[in-house]
Every structure is written in structure tokens, then in C-alpha cells.
């Protein structure tokens, strides 16, 4: 292709569609370059060794052109293309440090994204010939294609080019007359959006604007009476909110999704199982080989999934039109059950095309109907590589039937290779393929968090999201089995309240999808819910005489000394044997130099003091103020877990001199020091806390 053109007869002799697919390769290129077969001589030492199936075209720069042909005028074939190797080991050579975009020619659709380094693997039609345009991603919108000529713009469009300062991209087409023209414009991601298309041409062209927000491009379509170069500019705005960027190996939907990237797969589990599919699979679609008369498969798809189809030499069997036995598969409309089956010989292949890169569960269910003591390995291969993509497994002993389930994301081939002795069973077989979500993966990594308000008798439980969960149900059961929770939740956290101190409690999490399948129960997590006693505080008064002598009045099992700040000394803490932790926050913190020991801290609004205690005996705690400037503030101290107020004070300290504020407290407590705004100085301070 791209050389010579030879036609077999007179071109008013062909229908107007092959007319049109001719004209589409007209006129031939004079670059002097042709379309060279992709690893021509690999396999040439094995006798009847495949004719090319790729074929690459060097456009100039970085953008190919590669055909994919199947030769195979009666099944779907997977082609691949190496794109990183060298063309002496088979490969294309392009870029491997670029990535690329891949536009169909003749379907007229985006494939997808593919990294240079990567191969890129399609499933091509009976006797197709796929044209495939991959040029490197733009920062931004760029020329990918036109439907004018197979060359996807090469002879057809002119001076193509970018504007980064008014982000216009402009050039000129050649249009044919009464032959729409078609160009698609790639753009980076969905922010990109058209704000202007111009076309210098009268009103008699037609003109049309579609934009594919999702793959992010845009397709421009002309309509000219006439034979035209037609010069055109479109500018673009960037959206100031960005959208999701699609998928790069995302297909159109309805269409196998390529393997970009490679495919995965893991087998989730293997059970046996008779007949009765209803209610067990098949909830989202299923295909039931054989089943609807001879040699008719009973289809019904899901949106994700284009095409199932076997491998070579398969072929379907009905051994029961209507039966009771348990093992046969009951018909998608009750109408009883029939066994039915695909099978081959040795290896049967199951070609599975998804639409995206989603995780999909696909059940198959097995059957030993003329119990010959099959014994049947299943694997999954990536169709791009042919090699293993899941572990191997092995159904045996299924005379009553076998469902194992595997979980794909991409198109897959399951082959299942039959393991019996020749004597024994000479063939794989298969008698229901079935597709839903995945069953989620029990949630794991349970934690528990203590109680923030001791008051609500509270606990937060929470977990780690499971893979394929929709929704998760939690249950909760206290030491007599009794049930305290039960609740369905999109969440992966929940706060339990209205617990009894010193009970213990169980409680498990099951993970389900949106079909309502659910992963089986965890280990139940117990805890014993502990909340702390209440806290107590108490004025004993306040101390004007001391002064600034403290040494020998407070402080003699601890103390702190707030002081110092960023450009100045840290503050002082020695904290008694039962104190955990006492920290000062308040918005807009400052440190001043003041009266007692030199510093103070002070907030403009308010100060909060949170004293953790080792233990719940009473202490007394004291706190100083002093400044230069004077004191006036109001004091209150909370019991942090249930939000009581214990205590209320005041303090009034004049101008260089010291009050001293002592409290009977036992536990946790938060003091919170707010200034008086009627008074000056209009900030709360704090010189130091001690303990005794």
C-alpha cells in the first residue's frame, strides 16, 4: 500500500463504497517511500510461515502510520505491533521516550494513548486492514486526522500550525466537492475547549463542530459544493476548573478497549456448584454456549464487554435440549434447562474484549457432563503477549459442575487446556461464561480511635477502603452477642455512641458491591470501651503579696515558664510526675518582655492552656500573671471530653505587679483565658503554670 495501485476491473464496474474506499487512497504519494512489512522475516525458518500482518509508513518526524492486516478471512485476530524494537528484531522504532496518539482511519475513532517503549495490540476484523495514525502528544491541540486521504492528512492539509500566544491553531484543507471533509483536532485534556472556529469560505460550505469532551478531541466537518483549499483557524480557552482527563487506553464505547497497557487478571476463587446460575452470576450478563437450539449461544452482554469469542477448532454441542439434571443450566426465560457446551480439543481459548480498564468479574462454569474424569487447567493470558497474566489453576473432579471465578481488567484470553489422559477425555470444555462486579476483598486494617467526647460515650471505628466495594455494612455486637449497630454506609469510618463504660464489644465490616454481593466477614475486632471519670476543678483564691518570688511559694513539683519566642529563649518546662503534657495556643500568639522571669505570652483574643494528667488524683495548679502593661482577664476551665464547664474566675494584675491564681484540679482540664475588651490592655495573657 502506498506503492503501486492495481485494479482488477473497470472502476464504473464497482459499487459506490469500494469506489469510495479507492478514492480515499487517491492520489498516490510521490514521497518515494512505501509501506515496509513489520518483521518480515520472522519465523522464515519455519515452513508455512505467516505472511506480515503489520506494515509501517514513516510519515516524516515523529507521526507512523501503521496497518495491521488479518489475513484470516473467517475469525477476529489480535495483531501487535512492537513499537520500541528496532525494525532488524521486528519492531517499529519510534520514540520510545514519547507517548503517542492513536486514531483509526476506517473506524473513524480514537483508540488511545501508547507509550513509545510499549506494544500496541488490536483486535482486527476478518480480512481487515487497519489504518492506524499515531503521532506524539502535543502540550497542545494538534492535527491528528483527516478522511480524505488514507495519509490522514499528509497531502490534504497545508501549513498546520500553532499560536501559543492567542492559542489558535490554523492551516488550510483540501476539500473535494460533495465529499464531506472530516479533521479531528487532539487536544491535551477536557480543560481545552473550543471558543472560535473560522472557516474562509461562503456560505454555501457547510460547516459543523463536534467536540468528544471525554477522549478530549474535536472534529471539524466541511461541506463544499466545489473543489477548495479552504484556509480555517480555531482558538481555544482553557477551562479554569480542570476536568478529568480520560482514560488513555479508553476505547468508544461499544468498541474493544486496546491493550495499551498491559491487562491484568487474578482468579478470586473456585467452587463447586450445579446449574442453578440465577442468583449466584451472571447478574450484569452472560453467555450461554449452545443454548438457544443448535449451535446458538444465549447472549446478553454488558456494556463493557464487546465481543466474547473462541479460539480456533471450537465448537458447541447441545447434549440435552430439555433435562432435569441438576448440573444443566436453566434458560435466561425459565423455560426449563438444557446442557449445552464449547469445546475443543486439548485447548479451548475464550477471547474476552472489554470496552474499558475497569476490573470486571467473569465466571465460568464447567461441567464433566459425560463424567470422563476431565481434569481442565485454566489460565489467563494477555492476548498482546500471549503469556500468563493470572496464576494457573486446575478444575478437577467437576462431574456436578465447577464455577471459578477470575477478575480481568482489559481484554483477556482465559484458556482452559485440557489435563485428561487421551483415553480418557480427549477435549476442554465450557458451559457458561457470566459477568458482575467483582466481589470485594474483605476490608482490612481495622482501627479503633479513642473517644474525643467522652460525654457522647463515643468510639470511632474505621478501616482501609476494600477494592471493589460500593458499600460496606457494619455490625457491632456487645459481650452477649446482643447487636448494637447495624448500618449500611458509603463511608469508611463510623462513630459508635452510647457505649457502657468497662463492656467489651465485637465488630466486623463486610465489604458488598452494587450488585449486593458482599466478601465474606473478617475476624470480628473486640475492644473494651473506656471512658475517662470526669474532671474536677476548684478556686482557692488569688495571691497579690508574693510578687515575683515564686521559688519558694510554687512550683515545687513543676512548672512552666512561657517565655521567650522566635527570636528569643524557649520556654521553660518541668513538668511533675503527673502531668502528661501542658501546651498554650491561641491565635496570634506574641512574647513580650514582662515582670515574672523576664517574659510573658500573650493572644489578642484569647489563650487556651490543655493540661493532660497522668492520674485522676486532685493537685493544685496555679497560674501567674504579670506585665508591664497590666492584666485583665476572665478565666475558665472545661473539662475537655464532656464539654463542662468546672470553674469560672477572674484576674485584674496592675501595671508591674504579679497575681498568683490557684485551683484545686484533678484530671484532664483545658483553661481558657479571654481579655477583657472594655479594659486595657485588650489582650489575655499568661506568665507561667505551676503545679504542688
Known amino acids: 500500500m502506498f506503492g503501486k495501485l492495481m485494479l482488477g476491473s473497470s472502476v464504473t464496474r464497482y459499487p459506490p463504497e469500494v469506489v469510495e474506499i479507492i478514492g480515499r487512497s487517491l492520489p498516490m504519494p510521490m514521497t518515494g517511500r512505501s509501506a515496509r512489512p513489520v518483521g518480515l522475516f520472522a519465523g522464515c525458518d519455519e515452513e508455512g510461515a505467516p505472511n506480515p500482518e503489520v506494515y509501517h509508513y514513516a510519515c516524516g518526524g515523529d507521526d507512523h502510520i501503521l496497518l495491521f492486516w488479518n489475513h484470516s478471512g473467517e475469525s477476529d485476530n489480535y495483531i501487535r505491533a512492537e513499537l520500541g524494537r528496532p525494525p532488524a528484531f521486528g519492531g517499529v522504532e519510534v520514540q520510545s521516550d514519547l507517548d503517542y496518539d492513536v486514531w483509526d482511519f476506517w473506524d473513524w475513532r480514537y483508540v488511545g494513548r501508547v507509550a513509545g517503549r510499549n506494544t500496541l495490540t488490536l483486535s482486527v476484523r476478518p480480512a481487515e486492514m487497519k489504518t492506524l495514525m499515531l503521532r506524539p502528544v502535543r502540550p497542545h491541540p494538534y492535527l491528528l486526522s483527516t478522511n480524505r486521504h488514507v495519509l490522514q492528512g499528509e497531502i490534504d492539509a497545508h501549513s498546520v500550525t500553532w499560536d501559543e500566544a492567542t492559542r489558535t491553531l490554523s492551516g488550510a484543507f483540501d476539500v473535494v466537492a460533495r465529499d464531506r471533509y472530516r479533521a479531528v483536532l487532539k487536544l491535551p485534556d477536557s480543560r481545552w475547549q473550543v471558543s472560535e472556529w473560522t472557516l474562509e469560505a461562503s456560505d454555501a460550505v457547510g460547516r459543523q463542530l463536534r467536540h468528544d469532551r471525554q477522549a478530549a478531541w474535536v472534529e471539524l466537518s466541511i461541506d463544499s459544493p466545489e473543489n477548495a483549499r479552504l484556509a480555517w483557524s480555531v482558538k481555544f480557552a482553557l477551562a479554569e476548573a480542570p476536568s478529568p482527563a480520560p482514560a488513555p487506553a479508553q476505547a468508544s464505547q461499544g468498541e474493544p478497549a486496546p491493550n495499551l497497557e498491559p491487562p491484568s487478571a487474578r482468579l478470586t476463587s473456585i467452587q463447586p456448584g450445579d446449574g442453578d446460575w440465577q442468583g449466584r452470576c451472571g447478574r450484569q450478563g452472560y453467555l450461554l454456549p449452545s443454548y438457544n437450539g443448535e449451535g446458538e449461544d444465549a447472549v446478553r452482554l454488558p456494556t463493557y464487554?464487546?465481543?466474547?469469542?473462541?479460539?480456533?477448532?471450537?465448537?458447541?454441542?447441545?447434549?440435552?435440549?430439555?433435562?432435569?439434571?441438576?448440573?444443566?443450566?436453566?434458560?435466561?426465560?425459565a423455560s426449563g434447562r438444557r446442557?449445552?457446551?464449547?469445546?475443543?480439543?486439548?485447548?479451548?481459548?475464550?477471547y474476552i474484549e472489554t470496552t474499558d480498564r475497569a476490573p470486571h468479574a467473569v465466571t465460568l462454569y464447567c461441567v464433566d457432563f459425560d463424567r470422563r474424569g476431565r481434569r481442565q487447567r485454566l489460565v489467563v493470558l494477555d492476548p498482546g503477549t500471549l503469556r500468563p497474566i493470572s496464576p494457573a489453576a486446575t478444575l478437577e473432579d467437576f462431574q456436578e459442575g465447577v464455577y471459578a471465578e477470575v477478575v480481568i481488567s482489559g481484554s483477556a484470553i482465559v484458556r482452559l487446556t485440557n489435563l485428561a489422559p487421551y483415553d480418557s477425555a480427549r477435549n476442554a470444555v465450557l458451559s457458561g461464561v457470566f459477568f458482575d462486579s467483582p466481589t470485594p476483598r474483605p476490608p482490612q486494617a481495622f482501627r479503633l480511635h479513642e473517644?474525643?467526647?467522652?460525654?457522647?460515650?463515643?468510639?470511632?471505628?474505621?478501616?482501609?477502603?476494600?477494592?471493589?466495594?460500593?458499600?460496606y455494612r457494619l455490625l457491632v455486637f456487645d459481650g452477649k452477642g446482643n447487636s448494637v449497630v447495624d448500618e449500611v454506609l458509603r463511608e469508611t469510618s463510623y462513630e459508635v455512641k452510647g457505649l457502657s463504660a468497662g463492656k467489651s464489644y465485637r465488630w466486623s465490616v463486610e465489604a458488598r458491591?452494587?450488585?449486593?454481593?458482599?466478601?465474606?466477614?473478617?475476624?470480628?475486632?473486640?475492644?473494651?470501651?473506656?471512658?475517662?471519670?470526669?474532671?474536677?476543678?476548684?478556686?482557692?483564691?488569688?495571691?497579690?503579696?508574693?510578687?515575683?518570688?515564686?521559688?519558694?511559694?510554687?512550683?515545687?513539683a513543676g512548672y512552666v515558664l512561657f517565655a521567650g519566642g522566635p527570636d528569643g529563649p524557649a520556654d521553660v518546662v518541668h513538668l511533675p510526675a503527673f502531668i502528661a503534657s501542658a501546651t498554650a495556643t491561641g491565635e496570634r500568639v506574641n512574647w513580650r518582655d514582662g515582670v515574672l522571669s523576664g517574659s510573658y505570652t500573650c493572644a489578642f483574643d484569647q489563650i487556651m492552656l490543655h493540661v493532660t494528667a497522668k492520674d485522676r488524683r486532685a493537685h493544685r495548679m496555679?497560674?501567674?500573671?504579670?506585665?508591664?502593661?497590666?492584666?485583665?482577664?476572665?478565666?475558665?476551665?472545661?473539662?475537655?471530653?464532656?464539654?463542662?464547664?468546672?470553674?469560672?474566675?477572674?484576674?485584674?494584675a496592675p501595671r508591674g505587679e504579679t497575681r498568683y491564681v490557684s485551683f484545686d484540679v484533678a484530671g484532664d482540664v483545658r483553661v481558657v483565658l479571654s481579655r477583657n475588651r472594655d479594659c486595657f490592655p485588650k489582650n489575655a495573657l499568661l506568665s507561667a503554670v505551676y503545679w504542688e
Open 513 to 556: 458491591n452494587h450488585d449486593g454481593v458482599g466478601a465474606p466477614l473478617g475476624e470480628p475486632a473486640s475492644f473494651v470501651a473506656r471512658f475517662p471519670a470526669p474532671a474536677r476543678a476548684e478556686w482557692l483564691g488569688a495571691d497579690r503579696d508574693t510578687g515575683s518570688n515564686w521559688q519558694n511559694v510554687y512550683g515545687k
Open 339 to 350: 446442557l449445552g457446551a464449547v469445546f475443543a480439543r486439548n485447548t479451548l481459548d475464550v
Open 305 to 333: 464487554i464487546s465481543a466474547v469469542h473462541w479460539g480456533e477448532n471450537a465448537a458447541g454441542w447441545v447434549f440435552a435440549r430439555a433435562t432435569s439434571d441438576a448440573r444443566a443450566l436453566p434458560l435466561p426465560d
Open 451 to 471: 473517644p474525643q467526647l467522652a460525654a457522647e460515650r463515643a468510639y470511632r471505628l474505621s478501616w482501609e477502603p476494600s477494592p471493589g466495594a460500593e458499600f
Open 622 to 652: 496555679t497560674l501567674a500573671f504579670a506585665s508591664g502593661q497590666g492584666c485583665n482577664s476572665g478565666i475558665e476551665i472545661w473539662d475537655p471530653h464532656y464539654e463542662t464547664l468546672l470553674c469560672r474566675a477572674w484576674v485584674a
